[in-house]
């Protein structure tokens, strides 16, 4: 449980008391989105937070998103709309400007909640980077509000960090925080009392709490560190489903209800002799299509899905994925490269070009396919999100995943998504569609009967509320709640 997943239960525990809280983190960086109330994109983190709160995420709730492009260089997204890609020197040359759309946003929470839940980005000490900082203290000062110090008892040195840390901010900053917790133990809090005293005594700060370390989280994971740990309930399930792990993957959170499921074994694949023989392979969103498709080339991992796929193993492509399963990705701008034009995999006679306007919009479609892995789902609602830049044309021949009826909250027509004439290629637009039952039954008996066996799907449950519920148990019985509640009342 990192800093991210407490705001969710502080949002969800400040919701069981009764209050109206919402989230707010000024800057996050992140390659897992969402698509907000208003149209945009927020860090995925924030819109799990809101769901936490019953709350619709807003804009408004993150309104600097970065998106990772390079090392040192990403996607600027302002109030939701991309704004271009910046350099890291850029970015911070930039910052000044931004800080008015972090205040403003600020102002339009707290006019509608009582109370917001402030999230902070890394350490809030980095001398280097204080005179510029977005979203630490100068968001506390500014809205006078008292902070929770936390640190992270998994990295080593959490005694040094805190006091540390304490000792780095200016005496201004040091006044607001009201409390300290230490974050992720295993074990007996109790071996920690001499640590915990030492430090009450030397800052005159209280400890609030020791929080565990909290396994089988099955909350959508903010970004790629997600991707180290072991995925859900169905690691030895009977289907293997091999999900390509690329370079600046996105919205990988769309896998989570599938690894969820007893029958599933999802697993990330980044080479080659990793892909075995899998029963379907899915290639997810990306930040960079064209880069990824061409590093898939460079080490074989393109050639050995291509070859799959010419035997008869199914693949399925989501947004960028969709994207790189067609014949040509034209770039006439240089969106996103130098080469005007890209070769993809070829699996579906589609191409797709790139410009300079970027889909974020929430969707409602109805699934059409008479044929393939959604088969059984025809017929079925679902909603989803669009996040992606470039428009994808196919060939007459192919056939809709999808109709849609409403987009941005709006009556909408037309189609989405593609599959092949033999049903086992397949591509969309639309991230979040296996939160739908209907969705995973579809695909788990597809794959089941091209194995043989006549069993149907059981399916996992997906209830979020009752893991918030649970989240917000665990946080109660090892955080002074009550002591921080009053301390927000204070300020």
């Not at 399963?325 to 034009?341: Q, Y």
Request: hydrophobic residues 45%; glycine residues 10%.
């Amino acid at each position: 449980m990192g800093k991210s997943t407490l705001v969710t239960a502080l949002c969800r525990i400040f919701r069981q008391n009764g209050l109206r809280v919402a989230p707010f983190k000024a800057q996050n960086m992140a390659l897992n989105s969402y698509v907000a109330a208003e149209g945009g994109e927020i860090g995925r983190a924030q819109a799990v937070q809101a769901e936490a709160a019953r709350v619709d995420p807003s804009i408004d709730m993150n309104p600097i998103l970065l998106k990772p492009e390079g090392d040192a260089r990403s996607q600027v997204v302002v109030n939701g709309r991309s704004i271009g890609s910046l350099a890291a020197a850029d970015y911070q040359r930039a910052k000044p400007a931004l800080w008015p759309h972090v205040t403003e946003a600020l102002a339009r929470l707290r006019a509608r909640y009582e109370l917001i839940v402030v999230e902070g980005a890394g350490s809030p000490a980095e001398i280097n980077l204080r005179a510029a900082d977005l979203a630490n203290m100068r968001v506390a000062l500014h809205a006078g509000a008292p902070v929770l110090l936390v640190g992270d008892i998994d990295r080593g040195g959490v005694f040094a960090s805190l006091l540390g840390t304490l000792e780095l901010l200016a005496p201004d900053e040091r006044r607001l925080v009201c409390g300290m917790a230490i974050n992720k133990f295993r074990g007996d809090p109790a071996i920690l009392a001499p640590g915990l005293g030492f430090l009450e005594e030397r800052t005159g700060v209280p400890v609030l709490g020791v929080l565990p370390y909290l396994r089988d989280l099955a909350l959508p994971e903010e970004d790629s560190l997600g991707l180290e740990r072991p995925h859900g309930a169905g690691s030895s399930g009977c289907l293997d489903v091999a999900v390509a792990r690329l370079p600046r993957i996105a919205n990988f959170d769309d896998f989570d209800p599938l690894a969820a499921e007893p029958s599933i074994r999802l697993r990330y694949v980044e080479v080659p002799s990793g892909l075995g023989s899998p029963d379907l392979i899915v290639l997810p969103g990306t930040k960079m299509t064209i880069a990824d498709l061409a590093w898939m080339r460079s080490n074989g991992l393109a050639r050995a899905i291509e070859m799959l796929a010419a035997t008869g193993t199914p693949v399925m492509g989501i947004c960028g994925g969709f994207q790189m399963l067609g014949r040509r990705i034209l770039d006439p701008a240089r969106v996103e490269s130098d080469e005007p034009e890209a070769a993809g995999l070829g699996l579906l006679p589609i191409a797709t070009t790139f410009g300079l306007t970027k889909h974020a919009v929430r969707v409602r479609a109805t699934v059409l396919p008479t044929i393939g892995p959604l088969a059984a789902a025809r017929g079925a609602e679902v909603a989803g999100y669009e996040i992606h830049m470039g428009t994808t044309d196919h060939h007459a021949a192919l056939r809709p995943l999808f109709a849609l009826s409403e987009r941005s909250g709006e009556s909408a027509e037309g189609t989405d998504g593609v599959v092949s004439t033999d049903g086992l290629v397949l591509g969309t637009y639309l991230h979040g569609l296996f939160e739908s039952d209907a969705i995973r039954s579809a695909l788990i008996g597809w794959l089941l009967a091209r194995r043989g066996s006549t069993e149907s799907p059981v399916l996992a449950s997906l209830d979020r509320e009752q893991q918030y519920d649970a989240l917000a148990a665990a946080v109660r019985g090892s955080l002074d709640v009550e002591r921080l509640a009053i301390a927000c009342a204070l300020h």
